[in-house]
């Protein structure tokens, strides 16, 4: 399991300093867990190759987006790759020229991101538009929407830029919790609402002025200390139609109409990676490699599983009424969404699955931590 981060604020908003770095859950102790051993591959799920391309990066991938009928791959050394989903043949590829610290946000015109030095940068069609200096660091990805550029600092600080010019249009501040969890965070739109995740609060904003619309608790924070009271939403979301489904970091996974900010569920979870799901059925992976699935409406778990447990699992998505999901040894698993039964496995590289496997089309496609992409078919 990876080490996580854990950033103080301090009185000064733009004043960010490394506080500690720990162990989740079972990995912590003396003693690593050992993985548990995969059960024989039953392939009862038929899934081919479609391409794959070992050196396609050729350094160790920060995210991945689905652009159209593309994948967008940003590294953590500050380059940029868009490649045909369907052959893996490259489009284009930029560098930003520092590392990559946010994560990669895009619309169908422009993207952007945030550079280790605090620097976004906009681009379009792989050329760069602008450059604003920000406050803090910034670890989430930004949102590139209704031609504005929209950041959320590792300080708060919410700020809206105008997506052609790089003009700050405005920002805001919300106060909170001493520590904040050096992982990207939640920043999406749902309809006209600007939906921003605080802490473990989930906050609805007006996106023309960043005045709160809603603000609601998904996680209800319990500890003894800052650390067991760190609860902040992680990068990751479910959505169907206004029904917006996420996690908060080591306390729940919940659903919030995006709309109202009416709490629809939450149930208690321990995990850091985000959930997927279908219309029907939520899914993550827990932190020890416990596997979950809840029903969507309700919140009811459908099943459980600790057939991976320490394997080192990555966001699931779900593909062709399966959790597809990676794992640190290189594997790709695929089990039948509605009951959690394996279905087939096949094998990437002798790397870890870096991220989460994402859909575009007919096809998944996943990045291993060698920078290799893979994309594959059911029949």
């Known amino acids: 399991m990876p080490h996580l981060a854990i950033w103080r ?39 081919r190759s479609v391409w794959s391309n070992p050196k396609a990066l050729g350094e160790e991938p920060l995210d991945i987006k689905v652009d159209g009928s593309d994948v ?19 489009n ?31 681009l379009e069609q792989g050329k760069e538009l602008w450059r604003v200096n920000m406050q803090a660091l910034v670890l989430t990805a930004p949102l590139v929407a209704g031609g504005r550029v929209f950041v959320l600092g590792g300080d708060r600080m919410i700020s809206a830029f105008d997506a052609a010019t790089g003009q700050r249009l405005w920002q805001q501040q919300r106060t909170g919790e001493p520590l904040i969890l050096a ?32 603000d609601v608790a998904l996680a209800n924070v319990r500890g003894t200390n800052e650390v067991e009271r760190l609860a902040d939403i992680v990068a990751g979301t479910s959505r169907r139609g206004a029904a917006l489904c996420m996690r908060a970091f080591q306390s729940a996974v919940g659903c919030v109409d995006g709309n109202s ?15 997927a799901g279908d219309a029907n059925v939520l899914v993550g992976t827990e932190a ?25 699992l990555s966001a699931p998505v779900v593909w062709d009424r399966s959790m597809v999901f990676g794992d640190s040894a290189g594997f790709l698993h695929f089990l039948d969404v509605r009951d959690g039964t394996l279905v ?36």
């Open 183 to 214: 992982r990207a965070g939640l920043l999406t739109a749902v309809g006209d609402t600007l939906v921003v995740g605080l802490g473990g609060r989930v906050v609805g904003l007006n996106p023309q002025n960043g005045s709160t619309r809603w």
């Open 344 to 379: 087939n496995r096949l094998v990437t590289d002798d790397s870890a699955v870096a991220l989460g496997p994402v859909v575009v089309g007919k096809n998944v496609v996943v990045v291993t931590q060698r920078g290799g992409l893979y994309a594959y078919a059911s029949d």
């Open 9 to 47: 604020r301090f009185r000064r908003p733009w004043l960010l300093a490394a506080l500690a770095a720990f162990l989740v859950g079972a990995c912590a102790g003396p003693e690593k867990p050992s993985p548990a051993v995969l059960a024989p591959n039953p392939a009862s799920l038929p899934v």
């Open 261 to 275: 900010g009416r709490l629809l569920w939450t149930r208690t979870a321990n995990g850091f990676a985000g959930v």
């Open 288 to 312: 020890d490699g416990r596997l979950r699935a809840w029903q969507r409406a309700s919140g009811e778990v459908l099943w459980s599983s600790e057939n991976f447990r320490f394997r080192g």
């Open 92 to 122: 284009w590829r930029v560098d930003v020229g520092a590392a990559i610290t946010s994560g990669l946000g895009g619309d169908a015109a422009r993207m952007a991101v945030v550079t280790q030095g605090n620097t976004l940068v906009a």
């Open 72 to 90: 967008l791959v940003a590294t953590k050394a500050g380059r940029i790759v868009s490649l045909n989903a369907a052959s893996g043949g490259e």
